[in-house]
């Protein structure tokens, strides 16, 4: 029964994280009340990650996210899916953040 019930879990989490047929991994970040969630996120070297960012409530200052690194600075209007997209090509971080830098997080490159 045990056995069982982590299998599910693993389906699950399997799903919530998809890589399709091209290699693209697709991960989806909320902006609440609490921050980026989940603010920290782990892709592969050498793949396409997609991230679609979608902004829910107005009480954030992350109206947008700048990504110093890669060059972006997107608006993220509310309740509108944003991707951004990008093929990390060496393992490392990369610290995204609100225009103010006050709230974040991290996008680690394995
Ligand atoms: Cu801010």
Redesign the pocket.
Known sequence: MKTLLMGALTALTLAAAPANKSGVRTVEISVTSKGFEPANVTVKAGHTVRLVITRKTDRT??KEIILDDLGINQPLPLDTPVTLEFTPSESGTLRYA??????GGIVTIQ
Not at 98 to 103: P, V
């Open positions: 200052c992350a609100c225009a103010m830098d006050h709230i």
